[in-house]
């Protein structure tokens, strides 16, 4: 059967060899999707090993996508945007890369949260690597504007230079210095997975906002918690960024689209 694999560190937790198995029995294909956790200097040998084995297509998670991206011979676009790689394939030996983060997240906010970003003020929270990795097709679906917001104004500065020339009015912008109501609030840094969350102010949402984290857990995120406590109109953890991205990189390596509605529901259920 036809191998594939995660590489992260760690990876013990990943999700994605159930999504892509999930996804082969939706056409009882017959493949085997493994996790791999590399060592933290050990990458481009343990990438390097598993193609020569014969390995389909891999995943890359934390803390590997940069180093995904220097290793490719062929990229992407989005992957050229994003500056980093999370789905890896090889062509007649050349190592391929591309980014699915981003068309994950804009298919989890359109597709299955029927959150339209067209014309929208749209908030991003962080500047690190998760967010490079989406700015692309997010300033694709035309928002009105989007404002980058991190504790660190330099780096947001950063990635509003990089994504300038889109057509899309960008901001950098101080984590305290906002005070004016956003359309969509996308929660980008990573403190949230630990209960840290920086304190934000109230006036950043009005009734019709909607706020979605990147980073989903067995429990609504600290981000998540405030917006339910200023009564947004909705809010979205993102499991299903994980399996639309996933259902991308799918794709990519075995030419069809599959059906991510069951297996979003079936990992909810679980
Ligand atoms: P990721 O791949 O998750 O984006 P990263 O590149 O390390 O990881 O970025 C982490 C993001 O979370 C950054 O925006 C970071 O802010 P800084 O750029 O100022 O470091 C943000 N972050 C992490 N811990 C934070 C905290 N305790 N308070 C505010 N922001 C935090």
């Known amino acids: 059967s036809d191998r594939y694999a995660v590489f992260g560190n760690p990876v013990s937790h990943s999700r994605s060899p159930d ?15 493994e996790r791999i956790e590399a060592p933290v200097d050990g990458f481009p040998a343990a990438v390097a090993a598993f193609f020569d084995a014969g390995g389909r297509g891999a995943n890359v998670t934390v803390p590997f996508k940069e180093q995904a991206f220097d290793l490719c011979e ?8 994003a500056g980093a790689v999370n ?22 906010l359109r597709g299955n949260q029927g959150w339209a970003l067209a014309g929208r003020r749209v ?23 989007v404002v980058i917001a991190n ?26 210095q906002l005070q004016q109501p956003f359309d969509v609030l996308i929660n980008a840094i990573s403190a949230g997975l630990h209960g840290d969350m920086p304190a934000l ?3 950043l949402v009005a009734p019709g906002s909607v706020a979605y984290d990147m980073v989903y857990g067995a429990q609504p995120t600290p981000f998540m918690r405030w917006a339910q406590r ?7 953890d993102g499991l299903g960024m ?11 390596w075995r030419g069809w689209r599959p059906d991510t509605a069951p297996v979003l529901a079936g990992l909810r259920g679980a």
């Open 230 to 236: 200023h009564e947004v109109a909705a809010v979205c």
């Open 19 to 33: 999504i892509h198995h999930a996804f082969a029995a939706q056409r009882g294909e017959d493949l085997v999707y």
């Open 242 to 252: 994980l399996v639309e991205q996933a259902a991308e990189a799918f794709q990519v």
């Open 74 to 81: 062929r990229l992407t676009e989005r992957a050229r945007q």
């Open 201 to 203: 102010d109230p006036a």
């Open 87 to 108: 789905t890896l394939w090889r062509v007649d030996g050349a190592l391929h890369g591309d980014n699915t983060d981003g068309a994950g997240l804009v298919a989890d």
């Open 151 to 176: 504790r660190t104004l330099g780096r947001a500065e950063a990635l509003v230079e990089r994504f300038a020339g889109q057509g899309v009015p960008m901001h950098a912008a101080a984590l305290d």
């Open 123 to 145: 908030l991003v929270l962080g500047a690190g690597g998760a967010v490079r990795g989406v700015l692309g097709p997010l300033l694709a679906q035309g928002p009105a504007e």
